[in-house]
């Protein structure tokens, strides 16, 4: 019976252990994170793609 009350200890302990809960919790918000920066890329090339175009033809205007 002792060996019982003891494994009932342990899986209540083992329960309530957070211990390294932080770390799941950063990994999910980097994935996250990571899930809609990949998301965003196209879009996001295409604006920048866009703004360095007009800053090249106002320097070529500039410069001609």
Do not use: C, H, R
Not at 10 to 17: G, L, T
Not at 32 to 38: K, L, N, R
């Amino acid at each position: 019976m002792q060996g019982k009350a003891e494994m009932k200890l342990y899986f209540k302990n083992f329960w309530n252990d957070t211990q390294g809960q932080d770390l799941v919790e950063y990994a999910l918000a980097a994935g996250m994170v990571a899930v809609a920066a990949v998301a965003a890329m196209p879009q996001l090339s295409t604006t920048v793609n866009t703004v360095f175009s007009k800053i090249a033809s106002i320097i070529a205007a500039q410069v001609t």
